[in-house]
């Protein structure tokens, strides 16, 4: 399954931006999915994930009740809505999906990886 990151962009502080995850397979349905993101000199973190059939989500605290994830299984893609962003929020996002762990947070538990889409938030 290859993934296709999209949606980066510059905002202003306070600004939203809605990324998109875009799966290659029908089988992209069958997985949870992830959002991470890794700033500048700084090791990649989790940041929220969703089952596959998008009952159960889960988020980092620094994005909780700012950040919205979600899926379009029909469309094999999924999203991350980004609202009240902060300077902080900079970094690189990347999507995941299909976790061989429990352990949803883990960016090892991750079998496929988009290739990123910059985020810049400006103060």
């Known amino acids: 399954v290859q993934l296709q990151a999209s949606g980066g962009g510059l905002v202003q502080a306070g600004g939203s931006l809605r990324l998109s995850c875009a799966a290659s397979?029908?089988?992209?349905?069958?997985?949870?999915m992830a959002w991470f993101r890794q700033a500048p000199g700084k090791e990649r973190e989790f940041v929220a994930t969703?089952?596959?059939?998008?009952?159960?989500?889960y988020y980092s605290d620094s994005v909780k009740g700012r950040f919205t994830i979600s899926r379009e299984n029909a469309k094999r893609t999924g999203y991350l809505q980004m609202n009240s962003l902060n300077p902080e929020d900079t970094a690189v996002y990347y999507c995941?999906?299909?976790?061989?762990?429990?352990?949803?947070?883990?960016?090892?538990?991750?079998?496929?990886w988009g290739q990123g889409t910059q985020v810049t938030v400006s103060s």
């Open positions: 969703i089952f596959r059939n998008g009952d159960s989500t």
């Open positions: 397979e029908r089988t992209f349905s069958n997985y949870r």
């Open positions: 995941a999906a299909r976790s061989k762990s429990a352990i949803y947070y883990q960016e090892s538990s991750y079998i496929y």
